[in-house]
């Protein structure tokens, strides 16, 4: 809150005034010319502090600073060896043979790593048969619009289920 030319010259101000917070308080707003000096408990923590430290700068703790983080290259390391012996160990063994947590483990395989979990995915066997079929059957369609001005718009899908041809399984169905 107070500059560290403010606080010098209150610790300095508070020895010179023989130890009277209101003095210096008196004597801090003229030369900062601010309506309202600090508190006296505020100097006399101040002056506590720096007879403690020798030093009138902040001693902030807790949540200050760069935030500690796990993701180092070492830990990096060690979770890409376990993964390279074992691909297919879970998030919760990595971790435990890592001595981190989970969600941490998770954080390095996710962007560090770029690994994700892997989803399952289920897809309709097409047989080649099927396959062959449908191609023919798409061949003589356009042929009938090409050829004898077949309308497109007469076509009706009777048929509640959907397949797509590019594989993809509606789970709903």
Request: with cysteine; hydrophobic share 35%; charged share 30%.
């Amino acid at each position: 809150m107070y500059s560290i030319e403010q606080r010098v010259f209150l610790v300095l101000e508070y020895h010179r005034l023989e130890r009277s917070p209101m003095a210096t308080r008196r004597s801090f707003q003229k030369r900062f010319n601010v309506p309202k000096g600090p508190d006296a408990k505020t100097i006399r923590k101040l002056f506590a502090k720096f007879e403690r430290t020798d030093s009138v700068d902040d001693n902030r703790v807790g949540n200050v600073g760069p935030r500690q983080t796990v993701v180092t290259p070492e830990n990096v390391a060690k979770v890409s060896g376990i993964v390279q012996q074992n691909p297919r160990n879970t998030v919760r063994r990595i971790a435990s043979e890592t001595g981190l947590k989970r969600t941490s483990t998770q954080k390095i395989l996710r962007n560090s790593l770029r690994m994700f979990p892997y989803k399952i995915q289920s897809h309709q066997a097409i047989p080649i048969k099927a396959v062959r079929q449908r191609f023919d059957f798409a061949k003589e369609i356009l042929t009938m619009i090409d050829n004898e001005g077949f309308d497109v718009r007469c076509i009706w899908f009777t048929d509640e289920a959907q397949f797509h041809l590019n594989g993809f399984v509606n789970k709903q169905n």
